[in-house]
């Protein structure tokens, strides 16, 4: 009995427990349920020349919390769209992030919620790896620790400290990778990132793919290959044509 | 079928002499056209005569040859950093260890054969004359110019990171420190263009020299002197202003994805030029504080710096060429030579600083480099 008595008010203990922290997690999934809804990118009459060229002309563009693939052919317009989404080139029209964060009025806020690896990164021959992390970390902020097990992860550290001059397409494109998970990003934008790279290196980058999604964090990757199905659950795709991008 | 040596004079050598046509035709012109051709040997003779008979005359002539050396191995090292001669590390790295260095030896000996024929020629004249020290002198050194460039080389192709001849420390500086935003463009120009930023110091320390020269002669001293002094300097610096644009273009734009703030942004910018221009306040410092207070070392030195920031930051409007900048440029110094004539100096800077500023705040979020129709 006194046995019984002991397990009856454990049960009871926890009950009371789970009631009393239930409204918590109440209000989490339902502010998660929000934030699912809410668009993380949104784009206004965005529109791009390169001179007197036309190359993007973006009525109206949402994208909900998700992973998204941004198809289209050679010369279409996928890098420069991204470069736009990430503040690199300039445009007319009006991007917003997380509903409230202007590429306009918060320039500053605006490129912290987003990031952006390149197809192709190009650096300065005589910067270091850990030049570039520091840079980005001391800007972007977020977890040091975090970084430096990606770093570790994708073998980063093991050539961080010599100058890109010396490093091949692989160990500049895990670099440009690395530095796309600094700060506390609401979107990364990801142009080809699986050419170059070692297939570890690969099945790395899907496990942080899969794991800052799962944390809410969106993904927009470009690439010609098809995304592995099996290590990654795409929400959507991207089709850029004709100036425009369409969500299917 | 092509020797190997042959492929490799091609990548080296021909374009080594490619490269320099300008300045081996200025150098021609100097040693065999200054003169008319019936005196020509005897002028050269003299020149020997001269420094195998003067110690002192001899060590300028070795510096200047071991300077050409430098040249020489600076370009080489170039070669393996220039995008596109990557392949040069594997393929040259799997030759047998003798015939890479006999292929060094080569291309070397090849690059620096100007400085050869004319020592060989000093040489024979020095055994006529009896200089048999000159002559024993100017071959060892000679010697030593073809050989010590090969250490580099070998060192270059085994350690592919490292940049000029500072091996170690720069080891050690990119494990120990961070380069900072501010020293980018200043790296950039030490390590990739030398040369550049050497000219364009040399030049500028030459026109504040003639005008501290000028000023001492005619026993005066006038500020304003100084100012028009420091604002030719000033000009100098043009060609660094386009690189820096360039730079910045073709480098520099994963930073417009960092969350800096446009002041922060503009900050950079000041500071990059006050480093910049920070071995001439140290010479017009040096040779004025004991003429003009402080407050006018200041004047001088804001005025150039703010035509320096004012003159960069006119080339954030994409459409502004070296041509048309070349013309702002001039007709904002003139301007501005005119008001500190009339001794506006502070309303000159004023209003230079509000330009650079405005210009600045509006153009560098739009700004995107333009690409010009042929």
New interface residues.
């Given amino acids: 009995m006194v046995n019984g008595k002991k397990g009856t008010n454990k049960f009871l203990l926890k009950r009371t427990a789970i009631i009393d922290i239930y409204p918590l997690f109440f209000h989490i999934y339902i502010f998660k349920l929000l934030r699912m809804s809410e668009p993380v990118i949104a784009l206004h009459t965005v529109k791009k020349n390169y001179?007197d060229v036309p190359v993007l002309d973006i009525a109206r563009l949402e994208l909900p919390v998700g992973i998204y693939w941004l198809q289209g052919e050679n010369g279409a317009g996928k890098t420069t769209c991204m470069k736009v989404m990430?503040?690199?080139?300039?445009f007319k029209g009006e991007i917003v992030l997380r509903g409230n964060v202007s590429s306009r009025e918060h320039?500053?806020?605006?490129?912290?919620l987003?990031?952006?690896a390149?197809a192709e990164?190009?650096?300065?021959?005589?910067?270091?790896g850990?030049?570039l992390l520091?840079?980005?970390l001391n800007?972007?902020g977020g977890n040091r620790d975090q970084i430096s097990a990606i770093s570790e992860r994708l073998g980063v550290d093991i050539f961080v400290?010599?100058?890109v001059?010396?490093y091949s397409s692989g160990m500049l494109k895990k670099l440009s990778l690395l530095l796309a998970f600094t700060?506390n990003p609401a979107l990364i934008l990801l142009d080809e990132p699986l050419i170059t790279i070692d297939t570890y290196a690969l099945t790395v980058l899907y496990d942080l793919i899969r794991t800052y999604s799962a944390k809410g964090v969106t993904f927009c990757i470009t690439s010609h290959q098809p995304l592995d199905a099996e290590e990654l659950t795409v929400t959507g795709t991207l089709k850029v044509a004709h100036k425009n991008i369409t969500l299917n | 079928m092509r020797t190997t040596t042959a492929i490799l004079s091609k990548i080296f050598t021909q374009r080594f002499y490619i490269q320099n046509t300008g300045f081996f035709l200025v150098l021609f012109y100097l040693l065999f056209g200054v003169v008319d051709g019936s005196s020509l040997w005897n002028y050269h003779q003299s020149l020997m005569l001269g420094f195998l008979r003067n110690n002192s005359f001899l060590i300028i002539v070795l510096l200047l040859w071991t300077s050409y050396a430098l040249k020489c191995a600076g370009f080489i090292l170039k070669t393996f950093q220039t995008q596109g001669y990557d392949f040069l590390f594997p393929t040259m790295g799997s030759m047998p260890a003798t015939s890479r260095w006999r292929t060094w030896w080569v291309l070397h000996t090849a690059i620096y054969m100007p400085v050869l024929v004319y020592a060989a020629v000093a040489v024979v004249v020095a055994i006529q004359q009896h200089y048999y020290l000159k002559g024993i002198i100017i071959i060892v050194f000679n010697i030593a110019n073809c050989i010590w460039p090969l250490t580099l080389y070998e060192r270059k192709l085994a350690q592919p990171d490292v940049i000029f001849f500072t091996g170690h420390m720069q080891r050690w500086l990119n494990k120990h420190f961070t380069k900072p935003p501010v020293l980018f463009f200043l790296y950039e120009l030490f390590t990739n263009f030398p040369r550049r930023i050497f000219s364009t110091k040399l030049f500028s320390a030459a026109i504040l020299w003639l005008t501290f020269l000028i000023m001492r002669q005619g026993e005066y001293f006038d500020l304003r002197g100084l100012q028009l002094g420091a604002m030719v300097s000033v000009l100098v610096h043009m060609q660094l202003m386009v690189h820096n644009r360039a730079f910045d273009d073709t480098y520099l734009n994963f930073m417009e994805n960092l969350p800096i703030r446009l002041s922060t942004h503009y900050l950079r910018l000041i500071c990059i030029y006050i480093l910049m221009f920070l071995p001439e306040m140290v010479m017009i410092t040096v040779n004025a504080y004991t003429k003009t207070p402080w407050m006018g070392l200041i004047t001088v030195f804001c005025t150039a710096l703010s035509l320096m920031i004012l003159f960069r930051c006119l080339l954030y409007f994409p459409k502004m060429n070296p041509e048309i900048h070349v013309r702002y440029v001039l007709l904002t110094s003139f301007i501005v030579l005119f008001m500190i004539l009339g001794k506006y100096e502070w309303p000159a800077i004023a209003l230079l600083q509000i330009a650079s500023a405005i210009i600045f705040f509006k153009k560098y979020r739009t700004y995107e480099p333009y690409i010009e129709r042929e």
Avoid: C, H, M, W
């Fill in positions: 001179q990430a503040g690199l080139i300039p320039p500053v806020q605006f490129r912290r987003i990031n952006y390149e990164p190009l650096y300065p021959s005589f910067l270091t850990r030049d520091e840079l980005y800007t972007k400290n010599n100058p001059s010396s700060g």
